[in-house]
């Protein structure tokens, strides 16, 4: 449930990110663009909450 909701966080946040940036910009919103930054984002959150900062913990 956890890497669920992360995934659902990290795309309603890149997605904000990506719309206010691209608005800022000038740009047109790319929501393939805005996937691929969410996917990544949760990838790094995955490896960083399960890997590293457990690691150190113990």
Same mark, same amino acid.
Request: charged share 10%; no cysteine.
């Given at each position: ?9 990290? @795309? ?30 949760? @990838?790094? @959150? ?13």
């Amino acid at each position: 449930m956890r890497y669920l909701m992360t995934i659902v966080w990290a @795309i309603l946040i890149g997605s904000v990110l990506s719309y206010v940036l691209t608005s800022m910009a000038g740009d047109s919103f790319a929501i393939t663009d805005t996937l691929v930054l969410s996917a990544i984002v949760a @990838i790094a @959150i995955f490896v960083l909450g399960d890997g590293v900062i457990k690691a150190k913990s113990e």
